[in-house]
């Protein structure tokens, strides 16, 4: 806790207690590394008492014949498997992920620039409007947000119905997955905090030299307000790319990301108990965000500290 | 020029209101307010409407699984066309255990109200321990680290999956590790009625307390040193600092935790979707499993939207009991 301990032989009692830690963290990271050895078994390897861990060999058999069996990857990686042709489980997860985070950038500093920066009527009214969506999580609504999807049409995006109507339909596209968070107040929360601390007489000095609107943002608000928006993105995409109840509700087959694939691949009969082939399957879904956590441990803590503000 | 006393609307409105009125703002934050009515706003209002509404199932009458014979339902159902006001049929329904859907809303409220209170405060408190096991500085702790975070990475489905495995009878290692401290009870966590909401317990706190735990280590790495080295002058020992001084300090993050705790425990069923989804008498059903149950497998519409009412008024009472709360922690 204090400095002046560090790196100090340590009493009996410290050797206790780092041998506790050293026990838990084992405890909490045998799943994951049962599921890493287990994934390099042969496919048709069937587990059994004291047989969980190394078998015979270690192959990369389960990995080819999982990707063979359903579509995680692109056509053009190699794996012939069956599906929609130009569809793969990556590539959806890829798509709607970063549409989501592409749309939610620009929405949440645009709105947390207005909250920050202007001083108008109704201010704060639309800001706890926008605050509800901390209170009623979108996963909750599924069922009426369903039906807006499905019926989604011109009338929807406010164009009155005599000038032009013509029905959207959203469902089983990325578009219909990423839409309830194209608005974020937890992203909106985060940029308003982080403009707020831009000192005023920076702006000040900006609004005299003339500055318009989008000037004073890009060039006086954003520059020191980018950690807390690379922490956003971080926190979204990895939120996003893990989503699965909603992904199941809008889509059937060509839009589906890779965690239906993974629900999908663990319920079909055939595969039932051939826990190296689902393992693989698995380490093919977690696999970009676990090394990305490793390589930038340090960031992606921070930003999930940010996260709890929702 | 205007005395202090006299109001004069003119001046009012070009001094004060119309500078305040400039479309820029607004459009700006034209894009958010549109998404956060359309997805959040609107439908809370159209639930409303919804759980007073029969709708027809989308197929045919002797494919769908189960069926609503409720009073205020009967002539509804019995009609060629939809849909029809119910009034309040499914809240009545719903709050009288004779019926299948109060039964089943029951046994979800309970299952909820039972997974609550077991995951939050046993993942809260293991995340503090971690937090004090992992805040020193010695080398390898890092690692340790990431040991304890790295479920929040992994997607619940994956999470799930794998542990799967860990229930699976005779060689699951779950079992094996429960047989070694003597256990000899049933073993299918997954299939067995009695034991699948714990199984659902378990995956959800392995996989939240090292969320948790960053918490309390930004509350711990933010204490003021000078206290502890105050106490240590005094004599007090490991225990007492800790009870006395660090679990007080960290009341705030601990309100904060619990608050996102619930929440989230609240609006996470992906694990029943992979473990308990093979259950269908729905022993281990929580609520929104109940939600998503309800509209998509069994298309008892407006049920799902009643439902979804409950949730809704739930989640805002918790908001106004934090909110109440922490207004009490400010004064």
New interface residues.
């Given amino acids: 806790?204090?400095?002046t301990?560090?790196?100090k032989r340590q009493t009996p009692a410290e050797w206790l207690?780092?041998g506790?830690?050293?026990l838990?963290?084992?405890l909490?990271?045998?799943?994951?590394i049962?599921?890493v050895i287990?994934s390099f078994r042969p496919p048709d390897d069937d587990?059994?008492?004291?047989?969980?861990w190394f078998g015979n060999t270690v192959t990369l058999a389960s990995y080819q014949k999982a990707t063979d069996l359903a579509p995680f990857f692109p056509d053009w990686v190699g794996a012939d498997a069956e599906g929609f042709p130009g569809h793969s489980y990556y590539a959806n997860t890829l798509e709607w992920v970063l549409l989501a985070l592409v749309v939610q950038v620009?929405?949440?500093t645009?709105?947390g620039?207005?909250f920050a920066h202007?001083?108008?009527?109704g201010?704060r009214f639309?800001f706890y409007?926008?605050l509800?969506?901390m209170?009623?999580?979108?996963?909750?609504?599924?069922?009426?947000?369903?039906?807006?999807i499905r019926e989604f049409s011109t009338a929807?995006l406010?164009i009155p119905k005599f000038i032009y109507y013509k029905e959207v339909s959203l469902y089983d596209t990325p578009w219909a997955i990423a839409?309830?968070y194209?608005?974020?107040?937890f992203g909106?929360f985060l940029m308003r905090q982080a403009f707020l601390s831009v000192p005023k007489d920076l702006v000040e000095a900006g609004v005299m030299d003339g500055c318009r609107?989008y000037h004073l943002l890009l060039n006086v608000y954003l520059p020191p307000s980018y950690p807390s928006l690379v922490a956003f993105g971080l926190v979204s995409v990895?939120f996003h790319?893990?989503?699965?109840?909603w992904p199941?509700?809008v889509t059937s087959d060509k839009a589906r990301p890779?965690?239906m694939g993974?629900?999908r691949f663990?319920?079909l009969t055939d595969i039932g108990?051939q826990?190296s082939l689902?393992?693989a399957a698995?380490m093919i879904?977690?696999a970009p965000?676990?090394l990305a956590?490793?390589f930038f441990?340090r960031q992606?803590?921070n930003s999930?500290?940010y996260s709890?503000v929702? | 020029m205007m005395t202090a006393n006299t109001f004069d609307l003119h001046t009012y409105w070009t001094r004060h209101?119309r500078p305040?009125?400039?479309p820029?703002?607004?459009l700006?934050?034209l894009?958010?307010?549109?998404?956060?009515?359309?997805?959040?706003?609107?439908?809370?209002f159209?639930?409303l409407r919804?759980s007073q509404t029969y709708y027809h199932p989308n197929r045919p009458a002797r494919e769908i699984m189960s069926d609503l014979s409720l009073p205020g339902i009967e002539e509804a159902k019995r009609s060629i066309r939809g849909p029809h006001d119910v009034g309040f049929a499914y809240f009545r329904a719903m709050f009288d255990p004779d019926t299948v859907e109060g039964e089943r809303f029951f046994r979800a409220m309970r299952n909820t109200i039972i997974y609550v209170v077991t995951t939050v405060p046993i993942s809260m408190l293991l995340a503090f321990?971690?937090a004090v096991?992992?805040?020193?500085?010695?080398?390898w702790?890092?690692?340790?680290?990431?040991?304890?975070?790295?479920?929040?990475?992994?997607?619940?489905?994956?999470?799930a999956?794998?542990?799967?495995?860990?229930f699976?009878p005779?060689?699951g290692?779950w079992n094996?590790a429960l047989r070694w401290f003597g256990y000899h009870g049933a073993e299918n966590w997954v299939i067995n009625p009695d034991l699948a909401l714990v199984g659902l317990i378990i995956v959800a706190i392995?996989k939240n307390?090292?969320?948790f735990m960053?918490?309390y280590l930004?509350g711990?790495q933010n204490?003021p040193?000078d206290v502890?080295?105050a106490a240590a002058l005094d004599g007090a020992s490991w225990w007492v600092q800790m009870f006395r001084i660090t679990l007080p300090l960290l009341r705030r993050t601990t309100l904060?935790?619990s608050v996102?705790a619930i929440?989230s425990a609240?609006?996470t069923?992906?694990h029943a979707?992979?473990m308990t989804?093979e259950l269908v008498t729905g022993e281990a059903d929580l609520l929104?499993y109940e939600?998503?149950n309800q509209?998509?497998i069994l298309q008892n519409?407006g049920f799902?939207?009643a439902l979804?009412v409950v949730?809704?008024a739930i989640?805002?009472g918790l908001?106004i009991i934090n909110f109440l709360i922490s207004e009490r922690e400010n004064e």
């Avoid at chain 1, 194209?182 to 107040?185: E, I, L, Q, T, V």
């Avoid at chain 1, 790319?241 to 109840?245: A, D, T, Y």
């Fill in positions: 806790m204090n400095e301990q560090s790196f207690v780092t506790i830690t050293v838990l963290a084992v909490w990271a045998v799943p994951i049962w599921a287990v587990l059994g008492v004291d047989d969980v620009i929405t949440v645009l709105a620039f207005v202007f001083d108008f009527v201010k639309l409007f926008v509800m969506q209170m009623i999580p979108t996963a909750v609504l599924l069922v009426p947000n369903f039906i807006t929807t406010g839409m309830p194209f608005g974020s107040a909106t609107w990895s790319w893990n989503e699965l109840l199941l509700v890779l965690t993974l629900l663990t319920q108990a826990w689902v393992m698995t879904i977690v965000l676990l956590f490793l441990q992606f803590i999930f500290l709890g929702k | 209101l305040r009125l400039k820029l703002p607004y700006l934050l894009p958010t307010v549109y998404f956060v009515y359309l997805f959040t706003i609107m439908p809370t159209k639930v919804d321990t971690f096991l992992v805040n020193r500085r010695l080398r702790i890092g690692s340790a680290r990431i040991a304890f975070f790295y479920p929040t990475m992994l997607p619940m489905v994956s999470a999956t794998i542990w799967l495995f860990f699976t005779e060689y290692l094996a392995w307390a090292g969320y960053i918490f930004a711990l204490l040193e502890y080295e904060f935790v996102v929440i609240f609006q069923i992906d979707l992979v989804y929104l939600i998503y509209r998509f519409y799902a939207n979804t949730m809704i989640l805002l908001t």
